[in-house]
């Protein structure tokens, strides 16, 4: 599930204009490679990738997590996250303690 979310990530960013973005999993973590030779898009360049996050995660529960890491160059990495929420969502019937049903919300 998470494959499909990021390379739909991708495909959002690359229609934004950004055309050399690759993206990578090492140790479990996924990070983001852009490429620009232009500065000025590069000034903008989280707030880009924030903007490509939000029509994937609208409507969902997921949050959306993105963390600068360094720059080479022309290339920019970031560490990004899609994040589930870790509260319980539904009734397992486990009588649990913290169970949805006994919530106040």
Known sequence: MFDTLT???VQQLRRSGLSDVESRTYAGTRFLY???????????????????????IQDTDFTFECRFVRQSKDRWVY??????PSKKSFCCGNQCPNCILLSSQ
């Open 7 to 9: 390379n739909q990530f």
């Open 34 to 56: 852009i490429s620009t030779e232009n500065k000025n898009q590069s000034v903008n360049l989280s707030q880009m990738i924030q903007e490509a996050a939000q029509p994937l």
């Open 79 to 84: 560490r990004f996250h899609f994040r589930v």
